[in-house]
């Protein structure tokens, strides 16, 4: 089965700096990958996911995530954090030709003045 | 497009009740509906699959008769807690997916479910 590790449970930052969330996935099949950012008290949004082709994928407010398959990661990077991107960021995988999204346990990004 | 809502956003209940939680697509037909249930601080635990017109596809280790899902049209899921107990409060999210096969999920603002 597959599984997702989000090492760092909290990641705190100075606005205006970069920022690189880690992800880590285990299987060994293909699979697709996501990122979904859910802010308190809501549900998630996706913010970005590959399921094939260039392995850099771009969101639309400037997040980035590259996959590795080499070293199975999913990583998501911002090159300058705003106070407004302080939420809670899941990754998540799926096996190719299946639903069932599996978790990582999150990574909170606090980010300060 | 692509929106899910949840009623109700949130909701206390007296131990023994049962709670209706509503999930509904707004502007898509939604072939398969998720439900998902995220303690505080901790990442979300899939419990059932549903696909319109037929019976949930229940997680191990989770109780179908205590977590009734009904799917019947396709833009309608509903999760009943039947006899809620304290140890049932939690944040719950359902997202909705346009097809059968692998798509993307949309997600529902999740209701809060506190019993007392």
């Known amino acids: 089965a597959q599984s997702v590790t989000q090492l760092d449970s909290q990641v705190p930052v100075f606005e205006e700096a970069p920022v690189e969330l880690r992800c880590n996935y285990s299987?060994?099949?293909?699979?697709?990958l996501f990122w979904y950012v859910q802010y308190p008290n809501q549900g998630l949004q996706l913010l970005l996911k590959?399921?094939?082709?260039?392995?850099l994928v771009e969101s639309i407010n400037g997040f980035e995530a590259e996959f590795n398959k080499s070293q199975t990661s999913f990583h998501l990077r911002k090159p300058s954090v705003h106070i407004s991107d302080t939420a809670e960021y899941f990754c998540?995988?799926?096996?190719?030709?299946?639903?069932?999204?599996?978790f990582g346990t999150g990574t909170r990004l606090l980010v300060s003045p | 497009g692509a929106v899910v809502s949840q009623h109700p956003s949130w909701v206390i209940c007296k131990s023994g009740t049962s709670v209706k939680i509503e999930c509904r697509s707004l502007d898509f037909q939604a072939t398969t509906m998720f439900w998902y249930r995220q303690f505080p601080k901790q990442s979300l635990m899939l419990m059932a699959t549903?696909?319109?017109?037929?019976?949930?596809?229940?997680e191990q280790g989770v109780e179908k008769d205590k977590f009734l899902i009904n799917h019947a049209s396709l833009t309608l899921s509903t999760l009943t807690v039947t006899s809620a107990h304290p140890e049932d409060s939690s944040f719950y999210i359902c997202s909705a997916s346009r097809t059968r096969g692998v798509g993307e999920q949309f997600f529902g603002p999740g209701t809060r479910l506190t019993v007392l």
């Open positions: 549903s696909n319109e017109g037929s019976k949930a596809t229940y």
């Open positions: 299987s060994s099949v293909s699979v697709y």
């Open positions: 998540a995988v799926t096996l190719t030709g299946f639903q069932k999204l599996v």
């Open positions: 590959y399921l094939s082709g260039s392995t």
